[in-house]
């Protein structure tokens, strides 16, 4: 079995999806199939796959034609312990990581909360003012598996998050891919990750966007659901009930997302400003617009 060699590890609603299903079609790469196993953040209860033998049967179909072989879990980045759990496991990895401007990552990441059952409060303000205290396991619900996830704060402070990255991690095994570059010219974007993985160019032209905004129609089924396979990770296995997945995709309806008011926006800019600064600072990029009025 070959070990991943290289890691997405963050941030979540930043651009990870479509990132992951364009590297899967690239003949040199081997992605895991499960996107979002968390095998390494044992500091959260946020683990999906957790015996080490179920998390190794995801690079099963992994040969010597994928050069790069790598699997994406968006909370590596906000957790403590993940990269160091990756380095001991597959020392020299390397790691891309997207990120984007805090305040839509914030707005973005309680509704995809919402649509894991995580989080009960629909009202983004209210959940906002609410943060600091559900870190602490205070008004959350009984579905919240994790509600340091619910600190919406701490969790979109990419620049403390880069900053202890680059403290584990040399510069040159890191690759940070900004969503508003992607954006702009997701060709270039593309390019730079298959440098960064020492793979071809696969001629690549198109890249839809994956994730859009969404939400459950049956919150009851969901809940369902997510009994079972709580059941299933209980007794110790990683696979998949296939009718489980089948249910879960079609209980999703896409929508748009309502747009933040000008007060949240702003006391949010407020709130992210000296991090902004850092992640400026750490990446040696300005990014003060993110915060202009």
Request: glycine residues 4%; positive net charge.
């Amino acid at each position: 079995m070959k070990k991943p060699n290289f890691f997405i590890v963050g941030a979540p609603k930043c651009g990870t999806t479509s990132l992951v299903a364009w590297l899967s079609e690239h003949p040199q790469i081997y992605m895991s199939p499960r996107k979002e196993p968390h095998h390494f953040n044992t500091d959260q209860n946020h683990i999906i796959i957790k015996e080490r033998k179920s998390y190794e049967r995801l690079f099963h179909q992994a040969t010597s034609a994928h050069v790069a072989v790598g699997e994406a879990s968006t909370g590596y980045l906000y957790s403590r312990d993940a990269v160091r759990n990756i380095e001991h496991y597959s020392p020299n990895s390397r790691y891309i990581v997207c990120l984007r401007n805090p305040v839509e990552m914030a707005y973005s990441f309680h509704e995809q909360q919402i649509f894991n059952g995580n989080e009960h409060i629909r009202d983004f303000e209210h959940a906002w003012l609410l943060s600091e205290a559900r870190s602490r396991g205070e008004h959350v619900s009984l579905w919240c598996r994790e509600p340091r996830l619910l600190a919406y704060g701490d969790v979109c402070k990419l620049g403390a998050q880069m900053a202890r990255l680059y403290t584990q991690i040399a510069d040159d095994r890191v690759l940070p891919v900004l969503l508003d570059d992607v954006k702009a010219d997701p060709q270039s974007s593309y390019q730079r990750v298959l440098q960064f993985l020492q793979v071809e160019d696969d001629g690549r032209s198109d890249f839809p966007a994956k994730n859009p905004a969404k939400e459950r129609q049956s919150m009851l089924l969901h809940r369902i659901i997510q009994l079972l396979g709580h059941t299933r990770r209980i007794f110790g296995t990683g696979r998949t009930w296939g009718i489980l997945s089948s249910l879960s995709r079609r209980n999703v309806k896409y929508r748009s997302r309502a747009p933040l008011s000008d007060e949240m926006r702003h006391t949010l800019k407020e709130y992210f400003r000296e991090d902004i600064l850092l992640l400026s600072e750490v990446l040696k990029r300005d990014l003060s617009h993110w915060v202009s009025p």
